[in-house]
C-alpha cells in the first residue's frame, strides 16, 4: 500500500470538490480543474477531506494509489494558491518582451521567435532577461515552461541560453584545455 496515497487530501474552505465515478473537478478562487482517473482506485470526499483508496492489491491498483491522491492535491493546491516556473534569459543579446499576451524572444537567431500564451497560463517580465510562468495546472505551467527553455537550451560552452533560475549548467571548458 502506498505511504502517500494513505495520507487524506484536505480541502481548505473556498474550495468545492466534485466527484463523478472517476471524474474529480476542483473549484477555487484562482479557476476551475477537471481530470478523470484510473477505476483502479476508489475516490470519496469525507467532510472535508478527500480520501483515495486502492480498489485491490494488485501492483497496478498499487502504482496508481499514491499517484492519484498526488494529482488530486495538485488540483486543489492550483486553484488556491497557483503554480509558477521562473526562467532566466543568459547570454549577449538574449532577452525576452512581452507583447499583448504573447512573449516575443531574441535568442540569438535572425528573426524574433514568437510563443503565443496558452489558455490559463499568464506570462510575467518584470525584467529583459526574466521570465514567470504562471497558471493553475501544475503540469501545464511545467510543460510550457520546458517548451520556453527548448528554444534555446543552456550550452554548456559559454553557459549561454534559457535556463530555469537556479539551475546549475555543467561548464566544458573546450579548446583551451588541450
Sequence with gaps: MSRIGKMPIAVPAGVDVTIDGTTVTVKGPKGELTRTFSDLVAIAH???????????????????????????????????????????????????????????????????????APDGITFEVPDNTHLTVRGISKQQVGQVAAEIRSKRPPEPYKGKGIRYEGEHVRRKLGKAAG
Excluded: C, W
Design 46 to 116: 469525507e467532510g472535508d477531506e478527500v480520501v483515495v483508496t486502492a480498489a485491490d492489491e494488485t501492483q497496478a491498483a498499487n502504482a496508481q494509489h499514491g499517484l492519484t491522491r498526488t494529482l488530486i492535491n495538485n488540483m486543489v493546491v492550483g486553484v488556491t494558491e497557483g503554480y509558477e516556473k521562473k526562467l532566466e534569459f543568459v547570454g549577449v543579446g538574449y532577452r525576452v518582451q512581452l507583447k499583448g499576451s504573447d512573449l516575443d524572444m531574441s535568442l540569438g537567431y535572425s528573426h524574433p521567435v514568437v510563443y503565443p
